[in-house]
């Protein structure tokens, strides 16, 4: 049942002037935009109508009149103290489209494509406990292919996608997993992470005799929580110093796609930054 409307927060605004769209415009679509603005407004971060209208740059009496109709809807609620929220029709669909959400089934094509892009076999994991499972692979053009499985597990510590995967834990978590691999095999790996973690992308360099490089990123959802990650692996000589750092750009943005359509919005991480973490440990 839709909340009962404050009378005061909207009320008609007799003194502002409703803005007339410019002819050329076409109505339905100016006011479908503007109620999509108001809409996402409210939605993360409540705010009295007239708040609203400063944000969204509307003229008050539009912002009343779309916002009734919306609340009318139940996609906005308006509480006692006349602020404006995302309403229960909102949490709803919200709640809907996740349970749809399947993993693979996002980050498939993307993840196909990358490996069209690079020519080189993509990847993607997630995280279970201190492993990665891989998900998924797209084969690349390489004549010699790193040709790990869907279902396979590696400890986190030992792979790039792994590693990503850590990209948001602090300094003590490294600590613990990364105690429990060989000194070779650890380097000089805080500082190795935390520049991952400050870029957003792990560079890996494969140890002999296998010498495997890898360029991954995590995959982030609503909530700016990791959830899964994308790599590009492959041996040196095909993916060398000088590849890696060209075949970086396409695993960001692919590892970005996939989390725009997992509802993730750029600037929505809250952590603190590698160096303060780093400070804590």
């Known amino acids: 049942m839709a909340t009962p409307i404050s009378p005061t927060a909207l009320a008609p605004d007799n003194d502002a002037e409703t803005a007339r769209p410019a002819p050329e415009r076409n109505l339905g679509a100016q006011t479908l935009e503007r109620g999509l603005t108001l809409l996402a407004l409210a939605a993360s971060e409540p705010m009295t109508v007239g708040n609203l209208a400063h944000a969204s740059g509307l003229p008050l009496s539009i912002v009343r009149r779309l916002v009734k109709t919306l609340i009318a809807r139940e996609f906005l609620a308006i509480a006692p103290d006349s602020v404006v929220r995302g309403g229960g029709e909102l949490l709803r669909l919200s709640q809907a489209s996740l349970q749809r959400l399947d993993l693979v089934s996002v980050a498939r094509p993307w993840v196909l494509a990358l490996a069209r892009q ?85 560079l890996k360099i494969g140890p002999a005799p296998d010498c495997i490089n890898a360029v991954a990123a995590p995959v982030r959802d609503a909530t700016g929580r990791i959830v899964a990650a994308i790599n590009v692996a492959a041996q040196a000589q095909y993916l060398d110093d000088e590849r890696m750092a060209e075949v970086a750009t396409a695993v960001l943005e692919t590892a970005l796609s996939i989390s725009r359509e997992l509802g993730f919005a750029p600037g929505m991480v809250a952590k603190p930054p590698a160096a303060k973490r780093a400070r804590k440990a």
């Open 118 to 202: 690079t020519g080189l076999s993509a990847f993607l994991g997630r995280r279970e406990l201190d492993k990665s499972v891989h998900l998924m692979r797209a084969a690349g053009a390489e004549r010699v292919a790193v040709t790990t499985g869907a279902g396979s597990t590696r400890f986190l510590p030992e792979t790039g996608l792994g590693k990503a995967l850590l990209l948001d834990d602090d300094v003590s978590s490294w600590t613990d997993l990364f105690g429990a691999i060989t000194p070779e095999e650890r380097g000089d790996w805080l500082a190795e992470m935390t520049l991952a973690a400050e870029r957003g992308v792990v």
